[in-house]
């Protein structure tokens, strides 16, 4: 739906016509028109001097929002066993809640879950939404879609925190769709706005040369996906309890299009788990050629750790884009990072400084990644990689 100009009070300035990004505006009869691909962005609203434009939800919101409370974090499990990312969330939801004055939930989707809920309660839920069945043992589009927008018309929250995992990618903007709203992709951080006291996501933007922050004013739920490893796990309180609330599932067999024929094996894609990884090993153009990165993945494997790579790295097409840590790729907190090649560029630094030891291999001694890191080796990766995994070798057999 376009900007809203009243004609009557538009005085001809043109001044719209130059703001808009996208050519959306043109002048008919010394008045301003908008055209059908106007997308709604709001820089002429900003120029106009004289106020005759407006967005069309100005006018009025687009539901009641006073009738949704509540801040929900979905919690992705795998095999009955809750992943990081909605741990790390609780944490944040806390906060939110907390400064909203509101409750706090979880909502668990799965098969033989319903153990899980101890954990999400020590993790800071107040309430815990537990759909089980056997439709939901292994994660499908539409069982989820249908399940949480059911939860979501019935209890109607305020905030919903998913993981910017694949399954949330998935999941969320459909879920979103199908309630009606908004939804913030891909945040590295969360607050409250002080003015509107509504949630502000903030997300990288313009292939992550400027952080964007973003409110959801006039639909809810206020919905986003969160980058895991952006926020710390709280630690548990096992003391604390809350309410458990079974929700029976409306799911059939025939809303479920599609079906799971196997599961490959776990191995395959563990030298790219990199949300998951205690230990990773990441290297940068300095690596020279991508033949070299055979160093990298046998540091990463006598480690039993992951391996990383610079945007500059998979830009060149030395490793696929799943390998990517930095600001427009995954956000990593692992026990140990080694940076083997890479300068240091802020959007690196974005993805992999809450690291908990990092250290850096390069041979330019004044590389900004030195300035993050624990401990530095200034020398060539290519010479210094070999002796580090055969003292490895050696520290491993002798224990």
Request: proline share 4%.
């Amino acid at each position: 739906m376009a900007v809203i100009i009243e004609k009557e009070q538009c005085i001809g300035c043109s001044a719209c016509v130059g703001a808009c990004p996208f050519g959306a505006i043109v002048m008919e009869d010394d008045k301003a028109v908008v055209t059908d691909i106007c997308t709604v962005c709001g820089a002429c609203v900003d120029v106009c001097a004289v106020t005759a434009i407006t967005r069309p939800e100005a006018a009025k919101p687009a539901v009641d929002t006073s009738a949704y409370k509540g801040v929900w974090v979905y919690i992705e499990q795998f095999q009955g066993k809750a992943r990081s990312v909605g741990l790390e969330l609780l944490g944040q939801g806390r906060i939110l809640a907390d400064s909203m004055g509101q409750e706090l939930a979880a909502v668990l989707i799965g098969d033989d879950v319903a153990p899980l809920a101890r954990d999400l309660f020590a993790s800071g839920a107040d309430k815990v939404y537990l759909i089980e069945g056997t439709e939901y043992k292994h994660y499908s589009t539409d069982a989820y879609t249908i399940a949480i927008t059911d939860l979501i018309h019935t209890y109607k929250p305020a905030v919903i925190l998913m993981g910017a995992t694949n399954d949330g990618r998935d999941l969320g903007p459909r879920v979103a769709c199908r309630v009606g709203t908004g939804l913030t992709a891909d945040c590295t951080s969360l607050g409250i706005d002080e003015e509107s006291g509504l949630v502000a996501w903030t997300r990288p933007a313009f292939g992550g040369n400027i952080m964007a922050t973003i409110l959801c004013p006039n639909h809810r739920p206020q919905m986003g996906t969160v980058r895991p490893n952006v926020f710390k796990r709280p630690e548990p309180d096992m003391s604390r309890s809350g309410e458990l609330v079974r929700v029976a599932s409306k799911v059939k067999a025939a809303d479920i299009r599609t079906k799971l024929i196997e599961i490959l094996s776990l191995a395959d894609t563990a030298s790219c788990n990199l949300e998951e990884a205690e230990f990773i090993v990441a290297g940068g153009r300095g690596m020279g050629k991508p033949e070299n990165f055979v160093l990298i993945e046998e540091l990463a494997a006598v480690l039993g750790g992951a391996v990383g790579a610079s945007r500059a790295a998979v830009d060149a097409g030395w490793k696929p884009a799943i390998h990517q840590v930095g600001q427009t790729g995954k956000t990593v907190a692992p026990k140990v990072y080694i940076a083997c090649g890479i300068s240091g560029a802020i959007q690196h630094l974005a993805g992999m400084s809450t690291s908990d030891i990092i250290i850096a291999i390069n041979k330019d001694a004044d590389a900004p990644i030195f300035k993050s890191a624990n401990f530095g080796i200034v020398g060539d990766v290519l010479e210094v990689l070999p002796i580090l995994i055969e003292e490895i070798k050696k520290l491993k057999q002798a224990c």
